[in-house]
């Protein structure tokens, strides 16, 4: 489990908060707090592997108690200047979500971090490409919405499929494994491989022309 700490001045938000992070699957509410010295004595006392800070706090701004946690931070905030963004980052907030925010925007970022924790939990020395992949694991969901004409539902779906898939998949594969037409797994492949999210390769037959074939990346 994904022990984390909710830090934030409004009672009932924190709590909200609370129960939103409670909702996904592999993390779990460790504490709350209110204050920047209340912050400060939870990280100490209870070790959270995850903060989510407010800017806002009474005593002093949430950014200038984030260096000082030497923990793995996401701000969530209604402070929507470049200052603050900035600020946020430089002091190593991992992302940056803004006020009011759904359920699911909220899901979708802690479920990328957990990802990237994943990446990162290994005894083994780690290669370009395991850094490469836990950097784009980290921001995975924070891409534009799904392309017009397109369902979101869908796009998971496959998604899915593919991050699942121990081997590359053609757009045939895809679309019979969902039971859906060819034309809308090439669609939606496409889309993700535009994105980034996906890598797509050339496979070659025995014989005729080679096909699309596609690969998780993350």
Do not use: C
């Not at 402070?79 to 925007?105: C, E, H, M, W």
């Not at 921001?139 to 998971?156: C, E, F, L, N, V």
């Not at 090439?186 to 037959?205: D, F, K």
Request: hydrophobic share 45%; aromatic share 6%; proline share 5%.
């Amino acid at each position: 489990m994904i022990h984390t700490l909710i830090v934030d001045d409004d009672f009932r938000v924190a709590g909200v908060h609370a129960g939103f992070v409670s909702e996904v699957p592999g993390f779990t509410v460790t504490g709350v707090a209110h204050t920047a010295a209340e912050a400060r004595a939870r990280v100490r006392e209870l070790a959270p592997d995850l903060v989510l800070l407010d800017v806002y706090l009474p005593d002093e701004p949430g950014l200038s108690v984030l260096p000082d946690l030497q923990t793995d931070a996401i701000v969530l905030s209604a402070a929507t200047d470049a200052a603050s963004v900035t600020a946020a980052i430089r002091a190593g907030a991992l992302n940056y979500l803004i006020k009011p925010f759904t359920t699911r925007q909220l899901a979708e970022r802690l479920t990328s971090y957990a990802r990237y924790r994943g990446l990162l939990t290994t005894e083994r020395p780690l290669n370009q490409d395991d850094v490469d992949r836990a950097f784009r694991a980290l921001h995975d969901q924070d891409r534009a919405a799904t392309p017009k004409g397109q369902s979101s539902a869908t796009a998971r779906l496959v998604s899915e499929r593919l991050r699942s898939s121990p081997a590359p998949l053609s757009a045939a594969e895809v679309a019979g494994e969902l039971g859906m037409a060819r034309a809308t797994a090439q669609r939606y492949l496409t889309a993700l491989a535009e994105s980034g999210a996906v890598e797509m390769r050339l496979r070659y037959g025995a014989t005729g022309r080679p096909e699309h074939e596609y690969v998780w990346v993350g």
